[in-house]
C-alpha cells in the first residue's frame, strides 16, 4: 500500500470512495484560481506575458476495465464515452501546454482532434508493446518547438551489464573504454539502485506479506480491501514478477518499459522566453520505491544534460518545468529527492550533485499539495505534481482548483459521471517577469 504523508487525513479520503457515487452526468471543468499576492516575491510587469500548463493522467482505455475499477458505472469506462468526455476537458482548459499520461490512442484520436483545436504535439510509447506513452501538446499559435529528446528508463539497464562493472572510480574518474561522460552517468544510476539498500529478499517477501492497494494496470490485476483477495493479489503479483524475471536482478528490476519526454519551446510573444517542458510517468509499484527513485534521477540527469544543450544551444536561460504522473505521495523518496536534492528525509545533502536543477512544487508553493489527485477505493492519494525550477525569470500567478474530499463530484471514487479519469487534472499558470 503506498504510504500517505502524516498531515494528510486517511481515513476520511477513504470514505469518500465507500459513499454512494453520483449518478448525474454533468461533467466539472476546473477553473484557475489566482495567487495570494502574498505569495508572490516577485514584482508584475505591465507587459508580462503569462501560459498555462495542465498535467493530466488521462487513464488509457486500456486499462479502463471493470476488473479494475468495479466502483465505476460502465458508461464512465467505455471508450465512446470517455474519449467525449476528455476532449471537452481539454478543450474548455485551453493551457498552452499540456502534458498528458496513458495516452493510448495517440495515432487514433488525440493527435488529430488535438491538432484540429491548434495543438501540435510530440509523444513516445512506452517501451514493452505497452499501448499507451506520454505526450506533450502545445498550442502552436503561442510555443514554437525547437529541440525535443525522449526518455526511456529501461537505458538503465544498461548500467547493469555485470556485477564487476558497476563501481565507478572515483579517483580518477575514468572508464576503460566508451564514452566517459555516457558511461559514468550509467554507472552511477547502477551504483545508487544498489546504494539504496533495499534487500532483493526481503523485497520479494514483502509482496506476499504487503500486497498493494494500487491498481497494476500492465497486468490487469487489482487490488482491494477484502484480506483473503489482497493475500491472492499478492500471490498474484510475485508470479507476474516471476513470469518477467528474477526480481532479485536489477536489470529485471529496471526494465519497467517507463518513458518520458521532454522538449525546448520558444514562447510567440514579446519575451522570446524559452521554456523547457518534461513530462513523464514513473513506475507504479510502491514496493519498488528504489525503481522509481533511480528513474527520478535519470530523469534529472537527462534534463540537466538537455538544459546544457539548449542553453548552449540558443545562448538562452531557460526556465524547467517537470510534471506528471510521479507514482509517489509527498511523503515518499521520489517527492523529497526532487524538492531537497536529497533521497533521505532529513536535510538535503549533496544537492548539487544529487539533484542537478533545483525544483520546487507549484502546489506546495502557491497553495499546498492537494490531498489527492487520485481517487478509487484501493488508494486515495496524491501522486501526480507540476515541478518547476525557481528563477527571477517567472513566477506562478494562479493554479487549477482541485475538488476536496467533501466534493460531490469525487463521492464513490474515480472514473465516474463528472471525471473521465481515476486521476485529476492539476495545473498553474507562469508569468514571465524577466528574459
Not at 62 to 76: D, L, M, V
Not at 92 to 101: A, D, H, I, T, V
Not at 208 to 235: F, H, I, W
Not at 408 to 428: E, F
Amino acid at each position: 500500500m503506498l504510504k500517505v504523508a502524516s498531515s494528510l487525513p486517511r481515513l476520511p479520503l477513504r470514505s469518500i470512495c465507500l459513499s454512494k457515487m453520483s449518478t448525474t452526468a454533468a461533467p466539472r471543468i476546473p477553473k484557475f484560481t489566482p495567487v495570494e499576492k502574498s505569495k508572490i516575491t516577485s514584482t508584475s510587469k505591465p507587459d508580462g506575458s503569462k501560459f498555462r500548463l495542465v498535467s493530466y493522467n488521462i487513464l488509457a482505455q486500456a486499462y479502463a476495465k471493470s476488473e479494475q475499477f468495479p466502483h465505476s458505472p460502465s458508461p464512465c469506462r467505455r471508450w465512446k464515452t470517455r474519449s467525449r468526455a476528455i476532449l471537452n476537458l481539454l478543450k474548455s482548459l485551453k493551457p498552452e501546454f499540456f502534458c498528458l499520461q496513458e495516452v493510448d490512442e495517440y495515432d487514433s484520436f488525440y493527435e488529430g482532434n488535438m491538432e484540429s483545436h491548434g495543438y501540435a504535439s510530440i509523444y513516445i510509447q512506452r517501451s514493452g508493446k505497452k499501448p499507451d506513452g506520454c505526450g506533450i501538446f502545445y498550442k502552436r499559435d503561442n510555443a514554437e518547438l525547437i529541440l525535443e529528446e525522449k526518455i526511456e528508463y529501461n537505458d538503465l539497464v544498461n548500467s547493469v551489464q555485470d556485477g564487476t562493472s558497476l563501481w565507478v572510480d572515483k579517483d580518477n574518474d575514468a572508464l576503460a573504454s566508451g564514452n566517459k561522460d555516457t558511461e559514468h552517468l550509467s554507472l552511477r544510476l547502477a551504483e545508487l539502485v544498489l546504494e539504496e539498500k533495499i534487500k532483493r529478499n526481503d523485497l520479494v517477501n514483502s509482496i506476499l506479506d504487503k500486497p498493494t492497494s494500487r491498481v497494476d494496470k500492465d497486468n490487469d490485476a487489482l487490488a482491494c480491501g477484502n484480506k483473503d483477495t489482497e493475500q491472492k493479489d499478492g500471490l498474484q503479483q510475485k508470479v507476474t514478477d516471476r513470469r518477467h524475471g528474477d526480481p532479485n536482478d536489477p536489470r529485471v528490476r529496471l526494465k519497467r518499459d517507463c518513458v518520458g519526454i521532454m522538449g525546448a519551446f520558444k514562447l510567440k510573444d514579446p519575451s522570446h522566453h524559452i521554456v523547457i517542458v518534461a513530462n513523464t510517468h514513473l513506475y507504479w509499484d510502491p514496493n519498488w520505491a528504489d525503481v522509481k527513485l533511480a528513474q527520478a534521477k535519470y530523469l534529472m540527469a537527462r534534463l540537466a544534460e538537455f538544459r546544457t544543450l539548449v542553453s548552449d544551444k540558443f545562448g538562452c536561460r531557460p526556465s524547467v518545468f517537470v510534471a506528471g504522473d510521479f507514482n509517489s505521495t509527498p511523503g515518499d523518496k521520489v517527492y523529497q529527492y526532487l524538492i531537497s536534492g536529497s533521497s533521505s528525509m532529513g536535510p538535503a545533502q549533496e544537492c548539487l550533485e544529487d539533484l542537478p536543477i533545483p525544483l520546487c512544487s507549484v502546489y506546495a508553493l502557491t497553495r499546498g499539495e492537494p490531498p489527492f489527485t487520485n481517487c478509487t477505493p484501493g488508494f486515495t492519494g496524491t501522486l501526480d505534481y507540476i515541478f518547476f525550477s525557481p528563477s527571477g525569470d517567472i513566477k506562478p500567478v494562479s493554479y487549477l482548483e482541485i475538488p476536496g474530499p467533501g466534493s460531490p463530484d469525487v463521492i464513490g471514487g474515480l472514473p465516474n459521471y463528472h471525471h473521465p479519469s481515476d486521476h485529476l487534472p492539476i495545473g498553474a499558470e507562469f508569468e514571465v517577469v524577466g528574459n
